[in-house]
């Protein structure tokens, strides 16, 4: 599967993003979806992911600010980011795994696409 990310952009502290998640392919509703981040000289960090269920499960540190959802009948799956901090700031990946259970590492996915870079100023 080919993933494309899009929707970043410069918001100001408070503000709110959402990204999107296009995917190829007809098999998107059996992948479970991510999206990660990577901020200058830090390592990529899970942010939020969607089970084929619809299952959801968050980071701490977004958790009651961002939402992942996913619509399968248009293959893409999206994060609304409310309340942004300039802490948010990174490039956002998002990331499909054709495993089960809970998934918060990197190499728990099998596909990535290309990122979308999130400023939030202060």
């Known amino acids: 599967v080919q993933l494309q990310a899009s929707g970043g952009g410069l918001v100001q502290a408070g503000g709110s993003l959402r990204l999107s998640c296009a995917a190829s392919?007809?098999?998107?509703?059996?992948?479970?979806m991510a999206w990660f981040r990577q901020a200058p000289g830090k390592q990529r960090e899970f942010v939020a992911a969607?089970?084929?269920?619809?299952?959801?499960y968050y980071a701490d540190s977004v958790k009651g600010r961002f939402t992942i959802s996913r619509d399968n009948a248009k293959n893409t799956a999206f994060l609304q980011m409310n309340s942004l901090k300039s802490e948010d700031t990174a490039v956002y990946y998002c990331?499909?795994?054709?495993?089960?259970?809970?998934?918060?590492?990197?190499?728990?996915?099998?596909?990535w696409g290309q990122g979308t870079l999130v400023t939030v100023s202060s």
């Open positions: 990331a499909a795994s054709y495993g089960t259970g809970e998934r918060t590492r990197a190499y728990d996915y099998d596909y």
């Open positions: 392919g007809r098999t998107f509703s059996s992948y479970s």
């Open positions: 969607i089970r084929r269920s619809g299952g959801t």
